[in-house]
């Protein structure tokens, strides 16, 4: 059974940092691609970033692009979300995902539960 926790969320204020965890169990971490997302209030589910299974390979939406980093350790099955220069419109719950990476489009196959990241002006 996968299963992937996420950890970090939290109130922050404009400027601020947060650093999101993704912990993973139950599938072959090393062999997937690993994304996040997010969902704002009243908005749809959105591609944050996203990075392949080696690490070697990095996507961001141009939202994020130069404020996020997304990483991995393959050898605790974590991937991680380093979030900087946060703005109120970075508030949202934020989802990790496993999944494939054809192209460089991320397409996910497992989610977890998300944790809220709030970021007020």
């Known amino acids: 059974q996968v299963q992937l926790v996420e950890s970090g969320g939290g109130l922050v204020q404009a400027g601020g940092s947060l650093r999101l965890s993704c912990a993973a169990s139950g599938l072959t971490f090393s062999g997937y691609p690993m994304g996040w997302f997010r969902q704002g209030p009243g908005k749809e589910r959105e591609f944050v970033a996203a990075i392949s299974w080696s690490g070697s390979n990095t996507y961001y939406a141009d939202s994020v692009k130069g404020r996020f980093t997304i990483s991995r350790d393959n050898a605790k099955n974590t991937v991680n979300l380093q979030m900087n220069n946060l703005k109120p419109e970075d508030t949202a719950v934020y989802y990790c995902?496993?999944?494939?990476?054809?192209?460089?489009?991320?397409?996910?196959?497992?989610w977890g539960k998300g944790t809220l990241v709030t970021v007020s002006s």
């Open positions: 995902a496993a999944g494939n990476l054809p192209g460089q489009t991320f397409i996910p196959d497992y």
